[in-house]
């Protein structure tokens, strides 16, 4: 029964915090969170350990909500190679918005705090590591430019379609969400595939 309250705790926590990291980011302070949930800073603390430890259960819990891994793995499935790649930057774009207040807090913080750096770390690599699997898949069909090894295509790849590179064109530049996705989605299918 206990077990089961302190779970019910971490998920309020973790729906609290979303909302006010959402509307507030980097300024939404721990005990913000702990007055909106209606328990101490400390419970917070006993949960997570850290404001890093928090940030990185968001993200996940965001990754499994709007099932990210898993719609990704069903893309890189697909028969047509530039489908798959439309198909793949599809579904990470339409999920960067989603992640971005967040995704941003973590970006700030992980220069000066190593759970943040951890957090996105964690984020990133398995975000790099579903891009190497697309990238082989298309060395694989013989569908990825000659230029590219499948590895230099994956980290470019990241990098290009990275939540920053997303944030300077369209917080920073002024694009709207779909003008960044499909001239981000038209230009890695240029860079990357054979015509």
């Known amino acids: 029964m206990k077990k089961m309250k302190s779970e019910r705790t971490r998920e309020d926590i ?6 006010l990291v959402a509307q507030g980011g980097a300024d939404v302070s721990m005990a913000d969170i702990a ?8 419970s917070i603390y006993i949960h997570f350990k850290s404001r890093g430890g928090l940030l990185d259960a968001l993200v996940k819990r965001a990754d499994e909500r709007e099932k990210i891994i898993e719609n990704l793995e069903q893309a890189i499935e697909t028969t047509s190679a530039r489908e798959r790649l439309d198909k793949c ?4 774009f339409d999920f960067i918005p989603v992640i971005h207040p967040v995704a941003t807090d973590l970006i700030a913080l992980r220069k000066h705090d190593a759970d943040a750096a951890f957090a996105w770390n964690d984020r990133m690599k398995d975000l790099h590591e579903l891009f190497h699997r697309l990238t082989d898949s298309l060395a694989r069909d013989e569908k990825l430019s000659p ?9 470019y790849l990241w990098v290009s379609v990275s939540v920053q590179s997303w944030d300077l064109l369209v917080g920073d530049r002024g694009w709207t969400q779909k003008r ?5 989605k038209k230009s890695m299918s240029q860079l990357f595939l054979k015509p």
């Open 89 to 92: 930057l599809t579904i990470w």
């Open 180 to 184: 960044a996705s499909d001239t981000l």
């Open 147 to 155: 230029f590219w090894s499948a590895s230099d295509a994956a980290d």
């Open 14 to 19: 973790l729906d609290k915090a979303w909302d």
């Open 35 to 42: 007055n909106a949930v209606g328990i101490t800073r400390q």
